[in-house]
């Protein structure tokens, strides 16, 4: 047993608050770089940043284990076998995928997009609010331009395959005119016909609806009526 502060290099291991490097209380509390932990363990670097790493060698995963009355719920991990994406897993399974282009998948391992869900059963989303007249924005933070911003596509199989992702229908919105102060833009609501995408209903600037054209003249224009 020791009677002392344990000297490495002028830094301690203690349980009295003097001069450690490491100090651990009479309650098990472990302190890295504080002599007061407040928590089973606790870092600190008074003057930087306090890091904490976990390095795996080779193509093993670094991983930090949550474990609920001696059962693993939860694992935080870099994945070393998938090009070191970091997975969040429950004991069902994964959950969600970061990759380092900084995809982000909910319910897949592989995302092809900024921010991409996929579910079995359950719903795809829900955005609640407590308050009222919130909104929900697509922007872009591009240079000027006209045309369109963003659109919600709804995509599918068809008869040939069944990850086809044809696009069957969309809405557009976007800019006709980015004049300061006189700004137009437009709505495009678009369905598949033949195989082709096709504006079915048109909102411009100007409020003109256009039903199967997308460039209405008058407040109401049918093609081919």
Request: net charge negative.
């Amino acid at each position: 047993n020791l009677r002392r502060n344990l000297n490495l290099n002028d830094n301690y291991v203690s349980n009295d608050g003097g001069d450690e490097g490491i100090r651990i209380t009479d309650a098990g509390l472990v302190g890295i770089g504080t002599a007061s932990p407040s928590s089973l363990l606790e870092i600190e670097n008074s003057s930087g940043v306090a890091t904490l790493t976990i390095d795996a060698g080779g193509t093993t995963d670094a991983l930090i284990q949550l474990n609920d009355a001696g059962s693993a719920r939860w694992y935080i991990y870099n994945d070393a076998g998938t090009n070191d994406d970091l997975d969040i897993e429950s004991a069902s399974g994964l959950c969600m995928t970061i990759t380092q282009a900084g995809l982000v998948g909910i319910g897949t391992g592989s995302p092809s997009d900024a921010l991409h869900v996929k579910v079995g059963s359950a719903q795809l989303g829900k955005f609640e609010t407590s308050s009222s007249n919130r909104s929900l924005e697509i922007l872009s933070s591009a240079s000027a331009f006209t045309g369109i911003i963003a659109d919600i596509r709804f995509n599918g199989p068809d008869s040939a395959s069944a990850t086809a992702e044809h696009i069957y229908s969309a809405i557009a919105g976007g800019i006709e005119v980015n004049t300061n102060g006189s700004e137009d833009g437009f709505l495009d609501l678009k369905t598949s016909v033949n195989g082709t995408l096709t504006s079915a209903l048109y909102i411009d600037g100007d409020s003109n609806v256009g039903i199967g054209t997308a460039s209405p003249a008058v407040n109401l224009e049918v093609a081919g009526a």
